[in-house]
């Protein structure tokens, strides 16, 4: 039997060419139908693949699961039972969707199990309990030091020797396709002796990729870079919004509060870890040579292309960013095993996203901030407008997938749009 990322794999499910979801991909998402109820669902080309229909029909093992892990409103009591249960449960449905079998190709078991995917609503695919944000895209760091402090001295004296992180507000990480209100806060203008408070005038995106884990070790545990890929679930886009004038005014001596805990928004399926595995791509080197906890072995940098899109109201899509995820400096594993150390416990359904991912290039920079750079070189977007920052009404899409051997791996989009502040 083939494994369930092999490219000689098909489906006897339709997949359209170009489609984010092949049978190589089967991303997971909860989802429901005509405001029924919430579902644990498999992205397969343009249908979904109920998976609590699955079980109830005697085609998952009814050992391990309960119907609850797949009727439930989130997926962190299925990713509680821990890599190695997730990872047979997403070969059993690859082989149930695979030509190699006839269980499920009936025409009456095509309508019990699959649903066109515009025909449902998307929601939440797990209960973040604890928000992780990192600084780990070198190309961003140092250009955010360039405009902010010493153009010589951009990197500050600790970044290339940890993952540089902050925890964040996981109650306002929100769902693709629902809109964000400007956030409001504090702001000092340069001309201005005190602060004011307004609606933030600088709005920005930022461009970023998240993880998700399985439940970690006991509290007072470390996870090592070795043991990381089984404590990380899958992937999704990332969107952390950013006010730039609340956030230069408070963001010392404790950095960010209130200029990023209004809104982010993720897509809505999430990408194993199995189904990127042909994607890897060997890191930058780093230098110095980091300490023996971050030190890994194999490739863990992911070939992710993402786009970043304005549409103004009404108007037609811009793409103003192209970059990708492989310009990272710290990968994933070496963020999970410096979250943790220090003893810190890990719990199922914990999101931790990258930074702000920006390549070597100006075209690939992830953020507002360093396209327009600090609002000196305004963006034209193809109705003619011109953007320095967010303006209201806009919308911001994120779109990202993998492409190696005639197989595309991707995570759909997320889309956003802003509405004045309240």
């Given at each position: 039997m083939l494994p369930s990322n092999d490219p000689r794999r098909e489906s006897w499910v339709d997949i359209p060419e170009g489609s984010d979801f092949p049978i190589q991909n089967l991303p997971?998402?909860?989802?429901?139908?005509?405001?029924?109820?919430?579902?644990?669902?498999?992205?397969?080309?343009?249908?979904?693949?109920?998976?609590?229909?699955?079980?109830?029909?005697?085609?998952?093992?009814?050992?391990?699961?309960?119907?609850?892990?797949?009727?439930n409103t989130h997926m962190n009591d299925l990713l509680n039972l821990g890599h190695e249960k997730i990872r047979q449960l997403r070969e059993r449905v690859s082989y149930?969707?695979?030509?190699?079998?006839?269980?499920?190709?009936?025409?009456?078991?095509?309508?019990?199990?699959?649903?066109?995917?515009?025909?449902?609503?998307?929601?939440?695919?797990?209960?973040?309990?604890?928000?992780t944000d990192f600084y780990s895209s070198e190309d961003h760091a140092r250009n955010v030091g360039t405009m902010f402090r010493d153009p010589d001295n951009a990197l500050l004296p600790n970044w290339k020797h940890?993952?540089?992180?902050?925890?964040?507000?996981?109650?306002?990480?929100?769902?693709?396709?629902?809109?964000?209100?400007?956030?409001?806060?504090?702001?000092?203008?340069?001309?201005?002796?005190?602060?004011?408070?307004?609606?933030?005038?600088?709005?920005?995106?930022?461009?970023?990729?998240?993880f998700v884990t399985y439940p970690g070790k006991p509290?007072?545990?470390?996870?090592?870079?070795?043991?990381?890929k089984d404590y990380i679930f899958g992937m999704c886009i990332f969107n952390d919004w950013s006010a730039r004038d609340m956030q230069t005014w408070e963001y010392v001596p404790l950095g960010p509060f209130l200029s990023k805990n209004f809104a982010s928004s993720i897509s809505p399926w999430l990408v194993t870890l199995d189904a990127l595995e042909p994607f890897k791509v060997k890191g930058p080197q780093q230098d110095p040579k980091v300490l023996p906890y971050l030190?890994?072995?194999?490739?863990?940098?992911?070939?992710?292309?993402?786009?970043?899109?304005?549409?103004?109201?009404g108007g037609e899509e811009t793409i103003v960013s192209q970059s990708n995820y492989k310009h990272m400096y710290w990968n994933m594993v070496q963020q999970l095993a410096h979250h943790t150390v220090n003893g810190c416990n890990m719990n199922g359904g914990d999101m931790l996203a990258s930074?702000?991912?920006?390549?070597?290039?100006?075209?690939?920079?992830?953020?507002?901030?360093?396209?327009?750079?600090?609002?000196?070189?305004?963006?034209?977007?193809?109705?003619?407008?011109?953007?320095?920052f967010i303006q209201d009404g806009d919308t911001v899409i994120m779109r990202g997938y993998c492409e190696k051997d005639g197989v595309r791996i991707g995570f759909g989009e997320v889309s956003t749009k802003v509405l004045p502040s309240k």
């Open positions: 997971f998402g909860i989802l429901s139908k005509k405001g029924g109820e919430k579902k644990v669902g498999v992205a397969i080309g343009e249908y979904a693949l109920d998976l609590s229909a699955l079980y109830d029909f005697g085609f998952l093992d009814l050992k391990t699961f309960s119907h609850h892990h797949f009727e149930l969707l695979s030509t190699e079998s006839d269980d499920l190709k009936s025409q009456t078991k095509r309508e019990l199990f699959l649903v066109k995917i515009d025909e449902l609503d998307m929601h939440m695919p797990v209960k973040v309990g604890d928000y940890i993952p540089v992180g902050y925890h964040g507000r996981s109650s306002s990480i929100v769902m693709s396709g629902e809109a964000i209100h400007r956030p409001a806060g504090q702001q000092k203008p340069q001309d201005a002796e005190v602060p004011v408070y307004g609606p933030s005038k600088l709005l920005d995106f930022e461009l970023e990729m998240a509290m007072g545990d470390r996870i090592s870079t070795t043991e990381a030190e890994y072995t194999g490739d863990h940098h992911y070939d992710i292309k993402l786009d970043v899109i304005i549409k103004p109201d930074g702000t991912i920006s390549g070597p290039d100006p075209s690939s920079y992830g953020s507002m901030l360093e396209l327009s750079w600090r609002g000196t070189k305004p963006l034209k977007l193809k109705d003619s407008s011109e953007r320095k």
